[in-house]
């Protein structure tokens, strides 16, 4: 209801009102006096229950204050009015969309929406849980989004319960009906027992086992276990047989004690399958004189045994003391027959007159010192020679003083793989010495190679410090975009965007999956971001298709280099890390913790997918000496990257690319990629494969994990006069589609430079600091946040400004953002860093008739 204030002149009045009746077309004039000022003016104000309202109006020359209500004139007498509540609505009675019961399994993500009834001022919205209020804050596992809609993230038993939505604002409260949640479990079998002991001891019998559904068991209406809980099998026991003796042997020769023995087997039959072991003694023995043999010597006879023995026994020790000293005269006659004196030492070099080289296959040692004559070289042979060579018969003895040992010397180890000089004491000298320093190099070179770096390669590459205002860092076609606001305020980080070579990185594909985009890291990992950073990658999947036929997941690599799954598309949850966008040629990342990143994906049946190839001629830079001439056809991912690593293979070979690369549609059909060359002149040119065509598998191909795939068509000329060559290469999938190479070339013409590489392809890697990184100002920024953050009731906010741009494939993701409309712009900005104009933007908020905003941006963008 709208009053309208009309003023007389004279003196003010104070009134209430509630009913309107109507008034004379004409007032009482007065005469001309000064124009009546309004002191005091009246406010808006709620009709709540039907308790009057008042409504207050001073103004000063008056004579009298006439009010209009709903466009009829108060009357002057009566100021004080009824006005019925159903001609004012305070807050409506009906939900537009009230809550429904579910039931849910257990750890399921549950959502109950509430839309609240239209009111004025908009009710505030509460969620009860058996009539408790719900506070996220209090339990996480509760989220309430901006919309009013209640997500539990994964369901409890503990969660089941009665949930009602409460709308209420100064005017009224309403409740929805209630819904009842009802979380059920079912039941999953335990382990299987150990299989039982066959039933039958003896023959053909029966095995069991069980299992009972418990793990868990059924609650709330679960489903019951499938499947048997036992399971039997048949089982056959060998029956057990029983040892039995043999017949006693023959009665063995009567010995020296006057006994006989005789012995028996326990192999008639021999004990089988458990059977009982033979009972009693394998061996009998019994007096073989019957009483005759003495067994006892006779006296003094065992003293004459013992005083043989020792007679024995001083005679050996006799004769090896006389071995013992024949065989140290005559190594003492072996040595003076080698002593050298030390001045024909000196002039010989020291090397002694019956000097024998050390015996190959040892381990050398080269020792060596400088003497104090300047020119004068001395080598000699050491007692740690002596232990390396293992040769007794060159043994150098002087009382010189040039001839002792210095304090340290310098020994050489050569190794087969190494050469590595060693300062030594001289008295370590040991074999085992010198091989534990040659196994401490070793294991140091082993602990260098297999520690882990990223390799940052010329082109594949970039790098810059960041602070609070952000910014982007930018390989072609692979953007790490960094939006203002990410990193803390006062923080700075020296962030980096590297490409990773295939040949120095373990591939995400595992199974039938296949590697899609090159492997990227961001960092440095662990850094702490308050939003979501978007990473680009290309990826060569064909998504062109009417139906999905691609399963597409996100990896990322842990610190110890496995692969890990961040989400599948098309089946995220709340606990999903990232958001990704997918685009024709590339897809973008939305992530709030940087790492090493990978596409793979895999065929969803029953449609084969298919993924984009690319396939580069090269052949031998020109002028070509030589009658051998080699064309080379590379199968790459069709990747800016992946061109660009193999150009700079052949650019190392001398290789020239002769045409722009075709592009082929690989199909995920088991089918290998033929190659073959036609049309060759024979007159002059002669091909050197055998076969009719050469095939890439397909395997090889599907799941990336060779790079890069090649095949080689070797050609020979007929002399070095031939210059123009002319033929035709086909490539094709077989039972799929192919391309057709028509070359037409001049071996010994130089061709100019080709870039392959399409616009904006060629540029260097570079980064952009600050606000020159976007194109979005940031004040627009704020203020289309500021419009659509806050929800509508007529779904005119950030979700209709997310299916405008295609981004609303998940939209629980930026409803768990602070500023989810912001979340948004920052994936606009990454999307669209080519064409990055305003246009598109505009005309999404024009459709949605954000006319206050697009003043806004053509007043302070550039639309």
Same mark, same amino acid.
């Given at each position: 209801?709208?009053?309208?204030?009309?003023?007389?002149?004279?003196?003010t009045?104070?009134?209430?009102?509630?009913?309107?009746?109507v008034? @004379?077309?004409?007032?009482?004039?007065?005469?001309?006096?000064?124009?009546?000022?309004?002191?005091?003016?009246?406010?808006?104000?709620f009709?709540?229950?039907?308790?009057?309202?008042?409504?207050?109006?001073?103004a000063?020359p008056?004579? =009298?204050?006439?009010?209009?209500?709903?466009?009829?004139?108060?009357?002057?007498? &009566?100021?004080?009015?009824?006005?019925?509540?159903?001609?004012?609505?305070?807050?409506?009675?009906?939900?537009?969309?009230?809550?429904?019961?579910?039931?849910?399994?257990?750890?399921?993500?549950?959502?109950?929406?509430?839309?609240?009834?239209?009111? $004025?001022?908009?009710?505030?919205?509460?969620?009860?849980?058996?009539?408790?209020?719900?506070?996220?804050?209090?339990d996480?596992?509760?989220?309430?989004?901006?919309? +009013? &809609?209640l997500?539990?993230?994964?369901?409890?038993?503990?969660?089941?319960?009665?949930?009602?939505?409460?709308?209420?604002?100064?005017?009224?409260?309403?409740?929805?009906?209630?819904? /009842?949640?009802?979380?059920?479990?079912?039941?999953?079998?335990?382990?299987?027992?150990?299989?039982?002991?066959?039933?039958?001891?003896?023959?053909?019998?029966?095995?069991?086992?069980?299992?009972?559904?418990?793990?868990?068991?059924?609650?709330?209406g679960?489903?019951?276990?499938?499947?048997?809980?036992?399971?039997?099998?048949?089982?056959?026991?060998?029956?057990?047989?029983?040892?039995?003796?043999?017949?006693?042997?023959?009665?063995?020769?009567?010995?020296?004690?006057?006994?006989?023995?005789?012995?028996?087997?326990?192999?008639?039959?021999?004990?089988?399958?458990?059977?009982?072991?033979? !009972?009693?003694?394998?061996?009998?023995?019994?007096?073989?004189?019957?009483?005759?043999?003495?067994?006892?010597?006779?006296p003094?006879? #065992?003293?004459?045994?013992?005083?043989?023995?020792?007679?024995?026994?001083?005679?050996?020790?006799?004769?090896?003391?006389?071995?013992?000293?024949?065989?140290?005269r005559?190594?003492?006659?072996?040595?003076? #027959?080698?002593?050298?004196d030390?001045?024909?030492?000196?002039?010989?070099?020291?090397?002694?007159?019956?000097?024998?080289?050390?015996?190959?296959g040892?381990?050398?040692?080269?020792?060596?010192?400088?003497?104090?004559?300047?020119?004068?070289?001395?080598?000699?042979?050491?007692?740690?020679?002596?232990?390396?060579?293992?040769?007794?018969?060159?043994?150098?003895?002087?009382?010189?003083?040039?001839?002792?040992?210095?304090?340290?010397?310098?020994?050489?180890?050569?190794?087969?793989?190494?050469?590595?000089?060693?300062?030594?004491?001289? &008295?370590?000298?040991?074999?085992?010495?010198?091989?534990?320093?040659?196994?401490? %190099?070793?294991?140091?070179?082993?602990?260098?190679?297999?520690? +882990?770096?990223?390799?940052?390669?010329?082109?594949?590459? /970039?790098?810059?410090?960041?602070?609070?205002?952000? #910014?982007r860092?930018t390989?072609?076609?692979?953007v790490?975009?960094?939006?203002?606001?990410?990193?803390?305020?006062?923080?700075f980080?020296?962030?980096?965007?590297?490409?990773?070579?295939?040949?120095?990185?373990?591939?995400?594909?595992?199974?039938?999956?296949?590697?899609?985009?090159?492997?990227?890291s961001?960092?440095?990992?662990? $850094?702490?971001?308050?939003?979501?950073?978007?990473?680009?990658?290309?990826?060569?999947?064909?998504?062109?298709t009417?139906?999905?036929?691609?399963?597409?997941?996100?990896?990322?690599?842990?610190?110890?280099?496995?692969?890990?799954?961040?989400? /599948?598309?098309?089946?995220?949850?709340?606990?999903?890390?990232?958001?990704?966008?997918?685009?024709?040629?590339?897809?973008?990342?939305?992530?709030?913790?940087?790492?090493?990143? %990978?596409?793979?994906? =895999?065929?969803?049946?029953?449609?084969?997918?298919?993924?984009?190839?690319?396939?580069? *001629?090269?052949?031998?830079?020109?002028?070509?000496?030589?009658?051998?001439?080699?064309?080379?056809?590379?199968?790459?991912?069709?990747t800016? +990257?992946?061109l660009?690593e193999?150009? &700079?293979?052949?650019?190392?070979?001398?290789?020239?690319? *002769?045409?722009?690369?075709?592009?082929?549609?690989?199909?995920?059909?088991?089918?290998?990629?033929?190659?073959?060359? +036609?049309?060759?002149?024979?007159?002059?040119?002669?091909?050197?494969?055998?076969?009719?065509?050469?095939?890439? @598998?397909?395997?090889?191909?599907?799941?990336?994990s060779?790079?890069?795939?090649?095949?080689?068509f !070797?050609?020979?000329?007929?002399?070095?006069?031939?210059?123009?060559?002319?033929?035709?290469?086909?490539?094709?999938?077989?039972?799929?589609?192919g391309?057709?190479?028509?070359?037409? /070339?001049?071996?010994?013409?130089?061709?100019?430079?080709?870039?392959?590489?399409?616009?904006?392809?060629?540029?260097?890697?570079?980064?952009?600091?600050? @606000?020159?990184?976007?194109?979005? @100002?940031?004040?627009?920024?704020?203020?289309?946040?500021?419009?659509?953050?806050?929800?509508?009731?007529?779904?005119?906010?950030?979700?209709?400004?997310?299916?405008? *741009?295609?981004?609303?494939?998940?939209?629980?993701?930026?409803?768990?953002?602070?500023?989810p409309?912001?979340?948004?712009?920052?994936?606009?900005?990454?999307?669209?860093?080519?064409?990055?104009d *305003?246009?598109?933007?505009?005309?999404?908020?024009?459709? $949605? #008739?954000?006319?206050?905003?697009?003043?806004?941006?053509?007043?302070?963008?550039?639309?």
């Amino acid at each position: 209801m709208r009053a309208v204030v009309r003023v007389q002149f004279g003196v003010t009045e104070s009134s209430d009102y509630s009913e309107a009746e109507v008034l @004379p077309d004409s007032f009482p004039s007065a005469p001309a006096e000064p124009l009546p000022e309004f002191l005091l003016e009246p406010e808006d104000a709620f009709i709540v229950k039907n308790r009057p309202v008042q409504l207050r109006c001073r103004a000063s020359p008056a004579t =009298q204050i006439y009010f209009k209500c709903n466009g009829e004139w108060v009357n002057q007498n &009566d100021h004080v009015t009824r006005e019925s509540l159903d001609q004012i609505t305070d807050l409506r009675k009906n939900f537009e969309q009230e809550p429904l019961g579910r039931e849910v399994r257990l750890e399921q993500e549950v959502l109950l929406q509430c839309r609240p009834p239209e009111g $004025m001022p908009a009710a505030e919205v509460d969620w009860l849980k058996n009539e408790d209020v719900i506070d996220p804050s209090q339990d996480s596992n509760f989220l309430i989004t901006i919309d +009013h &809609d209640l997500i539990i993230k994964q369901a409890r038993l503990s969660d089941t319960a009665n949930y009602t939505c409460v709308a209420r604002n100064v005017v009224a409260k309403r409740r929805s009906s209630t819904a /009842t949640l009802i979380v059920y479990v079912s039941g999953g079998w335990s382990s299987w027992t150990a299989w039982s002991e066959c039933n039958a001891r003896c023959g053909r019998g029966w095995q069991r086992r069980t299992r009972s559904c418990t793990n868990p068991a059924p609650l709330n209406g679960g489903a019951f276990c499938e499947g048997p809980p036992f399971q039997r099998v048949t089982c056959t026991t060998l029956c057990p047989v029983d040892g039995g003796w043999t017949e006693w042997a023959k009665w063995s020769a009567c010995g020296t004690e006057c006994t006989h023995w005789r012995s028996r087997e326990c192999q008639a039959p021999p004990p089988r399958n458990g059977g009982k072991h033979c !009972s009693g003694s394998m061996m009998e023995s019994k007096n073989c004189t019957e009483g005759l043999c003495a067994r006892t010597l006779a006296p003094g006879m #065992g003293v004459a045994v013992y005083a043989g023995l020792v007679g024995a026994l001083l005679l050996c020790v006799i004769l090896v003391l006389c071995v013992g000293v024949l065989a140290y005269r005559r190594r003492c006659r072996h040595l003076h #027959g080698d002593i050298t004196d030390s001045s024909s030492a000196l002039t010989a070099a020291f090397h002694p007159g019956n000097y024998k080289p050390p015996r190959q296959g040892k381990f050398t040692a080269t020792v060596s010192h400088t003497s104090p004559q300047r020119g004068l070289s001395v080598g000699r042979s050491s007692p740690c020679s002596k232990g390396v060579n293992d040769s007794p018969h060159k043994i150098p003895m002087t009382t010189s003083p040039l001839l002792d040992p210095l304090p340290s010397l310098k020994i050489k180890v050569y190794n087969s793989s190494t050469l590595s000089s060693l300062e030594l004491p001289a &008295d370590m000298c040991s074999d085992g010495e010198i091989l534990s320093l040659k196994s401490v %190099g070793t294991m140091g070179r082993e602990r260098d190679y297999h520690s +882990h770096t990223l390799s940052r390669e010329p082109g594949l590459s /970039t790098s810059a410090t960041l602070g609070n205002l952000g #910014g982007r860092l930018t390989i072609p076609n692979t953007v790490c975009l960094v939006p203002p606001g990410t990193i803390p305020q006062g923080k700075f980080y020296e962030m980096y965007l590297i490409i990773n070579k295939w040949d120095k990185t373990t591939l995400p594909s595992e199974g039938s999956q296949t590697v899609l985009s090159p492997v990227v890291s961001c960092g440095p990992s662990g $850094m702490l971001l308050n939003r979501p950073v978007v990473l680009t990658l290309p990826h060569c999947a064909q998504l062109d298709t009417p139906t999905p036929d691609w399963t597409l997941t996100l990896k990322t690599q842990t610190h110890q280099g496995a692969w890990e799954e961040v989400l /599948t598309v098309g089946e995220e949850t709340l606990s999903s890390p990232c958001y990704l966008q997918l685009e024709e040629e590339c897809c973008h990342v939305l992530m709030e913790q940087l790492g090493t990143y %990978g596409l793979v994906g =895999q065929s969803c049946p029953p449609q084969p997918a298919c993924k984009r190839l690319q396939l580069a *001629l090269f052949a031998p830079r020109a002028p070509c000496l030589s009658l051998d001439y080699s064309l080379r056809i590379y199968c790459i991912h069709d990747t800016p +990257h992946a061109l660009k690593e193999v150009l &700079d293979l052949e650019r190392s070979l001398g290789g020239v690319l *002769l045409e722009d690369p075709k592009p082929l549609f690989f199909k995920d059909s088991y089918h290998n990629l033929r190659l073959s060359i +036609h049309d060759i002149p024979h007159t002059h040119w002669r091909s050197k494969l055998l076969a009719k065509y050469q095939e890439i @598998p397909f395997y090889h191909i599907w799941s990336g994990s060779q790079r890069p795939l090649h095949c080689a068509f !070797s050609l020979e000329r007929g002399s070095l006069a031939v210059s123009q060559l002319t033929c035709k290469i086909c490539v094709r999938q077989v039972e799929g589609e192919g391309q057709i190479f028509q070359l037409h /070339t001049d071996i010994q013409e130089t061709l100019p430079p080709h870039s392959p590489l399409p616009s904006g392809g060629t540029c260097l890697p570079s980064s952009q600091v600050g @606000p020159y990184a976007f194109r979005l @100002p940031d004040s627009i920024r704020q203020k289309i946040c500021a419009s659509l953050d806050a929800p509508s009731a007529r779904g005119c906010d950030w979700r209709l400004l997310a299916r405008s *741009l295609g981004f609303d494939r998940y939209l629980n993701y930026f409803a768990t953002k602070p500023s989810p409309t912001g979340v948004l712009l920052d994936l606009w900005e990454a999307c669209h860093q080519a064409d990055a104009d *305003l246009v598109s933007l505009a005309t999404a908020l024009e459709e $949605m #008739g954000k006319s206050e905003v697009l003043v806004v941006m053509t007043t302070d963008g550039d639309c």
